[in-house]
């Protein structure tokens, strides 16, 4: 697939969340199965990095996984394996798989005007040893608490947006800048 889109509606304030399924194309990014953008209330929370400084899956919303110490290639395109639009929720499940030994499948669950829910599941294709590591790339002030990360974007007048990211829990969470993408 090459993108599902879940739209709100087509107003600043409505929801819309971009999920990418084609990796490399005619920009050379590792970016399948990642969340592009998501939006919402006039304000982006989840961003894709820096087009020229961000090939990567770990410069994306995305999930990384090395197997025994060495990065493997990643396929170019993802399946998109079931996705549904109802009246009131919206749902996608979508695949990476291929020779980096693992199978990365996205499902995304959507109460339309309230809330995403993203579970990532990783399940090893080949034998041998995983570090896998899950990135969000967020705009505004972020804190962590917990397993959970919040982001607080604020106007000029002192109003405030609030984005969370909840953990499963059990999870190893930390939180770093990336000053060199976005200051």
């Known amino acids: 697939f090459d993108t599902v889109c879940f739209r709100e509606g087509f107003g600043r304030d409505d929801q819309y969340l971009m999920l990418h399924g084609i990796g490399y194309g005619n920009h050379a990014h590792d970016d399948g199965n990642t969340i592009v953008e998501f939006s919402a209330n ?16 770990k410069h994306h919303n995305a999930v990384t996984a090395v ?46 005007g309230r ?8 399940t090893a294709t080949k034998a041998g040893d995983f570090a896998v590591q899950c990135h969000w790339r967020t705009l505004g002030t972020p804190t962590l608490k917990g397993d ?34 976005f200051g």
């Open 42 to 57: 006039e304000r982006i929370f989840l961003v894709d990095a820096s087009y020229t400084e961000g090939p990567t899956l």
């Open 148 to 181: 959970d990360l919040e982001v607080v974007q604020q106007d000029a007048s002192g109003w405030e947006d609030r984005f969370v990211l909840r953990g499963s829990g059990g999870d190893r969470t930390s939180l770093e800048r990336d000053w060199e993408n």
């Open 115 to 122: 809330w995403f829910a993203i579970l990532d599941r990783i």
């Open 67 to 112: 197997r025994d110490g060495e990065p493997c290639p990643l396929p170019a395109l993802c399946s998109l394996d079931a996705v549904a639009n109802l009246t009131r929720t919206g749902f996608s499940q979508t695949t990476m798989d291929g020779a980096w030994g693992a199978r990365w499948t996205r499902c995304i669950a959507w109460q339309k």
